[in-house]
């Protein structure tokens, strides 16, 4: 690894997410174990169904929980690597425009929010991986808390969403690299 590469601290997922992911994990178990109770799930396979949904859910939302911890951005001098979830981002400076770059509050600039999900885990309070905004612009969305976003275009017209702990420590590095660095890739 290089001496120039840094680690920039994501924002962690709050507690709504959190909870929004036990209430899922509880949520359907429960669903079934009514319908059984009501007897809208007869027979003697009820049991055994409601086990088997049960443990699916359980075990696919400590898949999801553990994929929330998988967070980082890191700066190597010539590209940007994005992690997060089942997502990896590399990214060569040269397509980065951060002259152009923003630190936004979402719920201000709806422009940019996520609205449309192209290939993305959602939940609320965490928003990872690919979706278009309200007018078709391409997103690469890690947000976890819409106050304080990086909003970083690229020349061929996507823009990096990041909740960075410190977004203009970032943005700093970036807007000082070298000048080959930053120069646009063809």
């Known amino acids: 690894m290089r001496s120039a590469e840094r680690n920039f601290a994501l924002t962690p997922p709050g507690k709504r997410a959190w909870i929004s ?3 899922l994990m509880i949520a359907l178990p429960l669903l079934l174990l009514a319908a059984v109770a009501s007897g809208t799930l007869p027979g ?3 049991i055994r169904t409601l086990l088997l949904v049960s443990s699916i859910t359980i075990a ?3 898949a999801i929980g553990l994929l929330m911890r998988r967070r980082s951005v890191e700066f190597d001098g010539n590209r940007l690597w994005l992690r997060a979830a089942l997502y990896t981002q ?3 400076l040269g397509e980065l425009d ?3 770059a923003r630190i936004v509050d979402l719920d201000e600039r709806t422009e940019l929010k996520p609205r449309l999900k192209t290939n993305g885990v959602e939940l609320p309070g965490f928003v990872v991986g690919h979706y278009r905004a309200a007018g078709g612009t391409r997103l690469f969305a890690i ?3 819409r106050r304080r976003v990086l909003a970083l275009p690229e020349h061929g017209g996507r823009v990096l969403l990041l909740s ?3 977004p203009q420590s970032l943005l700093d ?3 000082a690299s070298p000048p080959a660095a930053t120069a646009r890739i063809r």
């Open 21 to 23: 992911l036990i209430g």
């Open 44 to 46: 003697s396979d009820a």
């Open 60 to 62: 696919a939302a400590l």
């Open 90 to 92: 590399s990214i060569p």
């Open 98 to 100: 951060p002259e152009a």
């Open 143 to 145: 947000v976890t808390d």
């Open 164 to 166: 960075l702990a410190r």
């Open 173 to 175: 590095a970036l807007r």
